[in-house]
């Protein structure tokens, strides 16, 4: 092999790398995040870990955005009845008497929850998370999808339908200060550690007022890069959680007029309480 050879080769391989950077500095902004960070940033289901220079890491990055997302690798689908053990959901009736009415109404005993508006101070950047919900899924098949759930046409009705824009949260399981959860929620679902003392207790509200009545406190936290924990976030056990970043702008975009999102109240009301209250001014 000639040393020539070797040198065009070589020439071809760098020209072919500078295009990658080239189209990189334009690509999505979790990748120009990883191109410009040593901290790790999820794309879609992948965590990439690159310094500030690495081309290599670049280019993974690259891959890893154009790939499938095991979020959305749904199959398999069919409705059951609701077993009586459930940890999570207990249906009954509620029986009463209203101005002299007997009256009743279906219920949902549900567990309390929290939610935590993260805002990333570092780079100013809100930090959301996607995740499949099936009950948003259901929501929009439930007119085709049969008894039984079986015939649901997965073309027409894509599981990335269902994946919605939350704030970090998680329900009320263990009997310790609230505050806590919400701190071990910010660790497990977007990998972020921080003392609960960091952690500001907002307001407390009622969701699910038709079915459930169930109480949600919302936090608030100011997080930085270097409260990242690398290999944290995503969720715990079989969780599959995407962690995404909005910069301000982004942010207000998601309360416009006329837009149609699949995220719950909680969320906008979160994001609209941030940028009311602690978001830095627009710039003019």
Not at 179 to 205: F, H, K, N, Q, T
Not at 228 to 248: F, N, Q, R, T
Request: hydrophobic letters at 40%.
């Amino acid at each position: 092999m000639s040393s020539s050879w070797v040198w065009t080769a070589a020439g071809y391989f760098i020209m072919s790398i500078t295009r990658t950077l080239k189209t990189l500095t334009t690509a999505s902004p979790v990748c120009r995040q990883v191109a410009s960070s040593s901290r790790p940033a999820t794309v879609r289901d992948a965590t990439v870990f690159v310094s500030q220079r690495s081309i290599f890491g670049l280019i993974s990055c690259q891959l890893f955005s154009t790939s499938s997302s095991a979020m959305e690798d749904i199959t398999n689908i069919h409705y059951g009845p609701l077993p009586a053990d459930s940890p999570y959901v207990k249906p009954f009736r509620f029986y009463y008497t209203q101005n002299g009415k007997q009256k009743n109404w279906d219920l949902l005993k549900v567990h309390d929850s929290v939610s935590i508006v993260i805002f990333n101070v570092t780079r100013q950047k809100l930090v959301f998370v996607k995740q499949f919900r099936p009950a948003v899924y259901h929501g929009l098949v439930s007119a085709e999808a049969g008894e039984d759930g079986r015939s649901i046409d997965m073309k027409k009705f894509p599981p990335s339908l269902a994946v919605t824009l939350e704030l970090c949260a998680g329900i009320v399981d263990k009997p310790i200060p609230w505050v806590d959860i919400a701190r071990e929620e910010v660790l497990e679902e977007c990998g972020y550690d921080v003392p609960s003392a960091r952690i500001e207790e907002i307001m407390s509200y009622r969701s699910g007022v038709g079915t459930s009545g169930s109480l949600q406190t919302l936090f608030y936290v100011e997080v930085k890069d270097e409260d990242k924990v690398p290999a944290a976030g995503g969720g715990v056990d079989d969780e599959l959680i995407e962690v995404v970043e909005y910069s301000l702008e982004e942010a207000r975009k998601l309360t416009a007029k006329g837009n149609v999102l699949t995220s719950p109240p909680s969320f906008l009301f979160g994001v609209l309480w941030f940028l009311t209250n602690r978001a830095p001014p627009a710039k003019a």
